[in-house]
């Protein structure tokens, strides 16, 4: 369950930091993917940066309870992309799904870990 926990949260921050960078220097693959500066894409990057943030935060703390809270989000969330961009092949869209699936399965272990706690 701490290696699944570790590598959620760097998988976040390996990926935010870089998609955030972007969306700040408005590059040309940020725009490509999702699209022109607008003020709705300045509140997705709040949100990847507060991500990101609570990510590196969580690293430290290392606390499965609100490690937990923040995986579930995501994972709703991205698993709701598809249907809120209408297509799949979107590379956000695919991505999210990938991470989502990865954060449920840290989710899932810590799940488990917190039911093994509480049955010993």
């Not at 926990?5 to 990926?15: D, Q």
């Not at 969330?77 to 695919?94: A, D, E, F, M």
């Amino acid at each position: 369950m701490d290696l699944m926990i570790t590598l959620s949260l760097l998988l976040n921050i390996a990926v935010l930091v870089p998609v955030c960078v972007g969306l700040l220097a408005n590059a040309k693959w940020a725009v490509d993917v999702y699209g022109d500066a607008t003020p709705a894409r300045g509140i997705l990057l709040a949100v990847y940066i507060a991500i990101g943030s609570i990510s590196l935060l969580l690293l430290v703390l290392h606390d499965p309870k609100p490690t937990a809270a923040l995986l579930l989000v995501q994972v709703i969330y991205k698993v709701l992309t598809p249907l809120t961009v209408g297509k799949l092949t979107n590379p956000v869209v695919i991505s999210n799904l990938c991470i989502a699936a990865f954060h449920a399965v840290t989710l899932f272990l810590i799940w488990h870990g917190a039911h093994a706690k509480l049955a010993s």
